[in-house]
């Protein structure tokens, strides 16, 4: 784990939930910004998930390895599949929909940082 | 002739089953977790983060599908999720010793913001706002 990059998904993650809760108010539904800005911090989720599974898979151990790479799969997944559904049906609801899918993203980048404890 | 009834999956309800899909995701992959790694220290507890996954994946097809079968799923997942989270919350707090460790209903969900407790009386709310037409 990078701690600038820790920090930069979860800096990311919550502007991308005011940005969701924006365009609900806005009464607009999700457009091609909308996507592009999910992408975008999707890319920087992955490219986090990549580098983290590296460093267990090289022998970093945790205390609990399951559950962080589980939570570290739940980080990447949850945005993409969050936006499908939102943009499934436009309305102003999509925004919404994506603000919680990013919102359980922060959650799930908070938990990865607060499991990652390298033993030794 | 009467209107069918206003679809759960429209409109602010995509929202509702957005965060229902949020916690059926991660209530049954953290049971998973506890289930295949640990079942033995607290096997209570582990099953009743299962239930609760199982309740919310129910919720999650019964709010995203059409018709009345899909209804009553949501009723009576919907129903016993706001059951379960109470009798949850009470027994965690009035007998700690047998729930040590947490589950998503352990003191009515405040380990998940008070979510679990909030999400099951807007699911009612929804559900019984959406059952006639306009």
Redesign the interface.
């Given at each position: 784990m990078i701690t600038p990059l820790v920090v930069a998904t979860m800096v990311l993650t919550g502007l991308l939930a005011l940005f969701g809760l924006t365009i609900t108010i806005l009464n607009r539904p999700p457009d091609r910004v909308a996507r592009i800005a999910v992408w975008a911090v999707v890319a920087v989720l992955a490219l986090q998930a990549v580098i983290a599974a590296v460093q267990v898979f090289a022998g970093t151990a945790l205390p609990e390895t399951?559950?962080f790479l589980?939570y570290l799969v739940?980080s990447v997944c949850?945005l993409p599949?969050?936006t499908q559904?939102?943009t499934a049906?436009p309305?102003r609801?999509?925004g919404?929909?994506i603000a919680?899918?990013a919102i359980?993203t922060l959650v799930?980048v908070q938990r990865i940082q607060s499991l990652w404890i390298p033993l030794g | 002739m009467a209107e069918p009834p206003r679809a759960t999956a429209?409109?602010?309800g995509?929202?509702l089953?957005?965060?229902y899909?949020?916690f059926a995701?991660?209530a049954t992959?953290?049971a998973?977790?506890q289930i295949?790694?640990s079942f033995s220290e607290a096997p209570i507890p582990y099953l009743l983060s299962a239930l609760a996954g199982v309740v919310y994946i129910l919720a999650t097809i019964g709010l995203a599908g059409h018709g009345p079968g899909y209804r009553k799923l949501a009723w009576g997942a919907v129903g016993f999720e706001l059951l379960g989270v109470l009798a949850v919350g009470t027994l965690s707090i009035i007998d700690a010793a047998d729930f040590p460790d947490d589950t998503v209903w352990s003191g009515y969900g405040r380990g998940y913001g008070f979510i679990p407790l909030v999400l099951p009386i807007v699911g009612l709310w929804w559900l019984r706002r959406t059952a006639h037409p306009r």
């Open positions: 399951s559950t589980i739940l949850v599949i969050a559904f939102a049906e309305t609801w999509g919404a929909v919680a899918g359980a799930a | 429209s409109g602010p995509r929202v089953i957005a965060v899909g949020i995701l991660s992959a953290r998973g977790v295949a790694g």
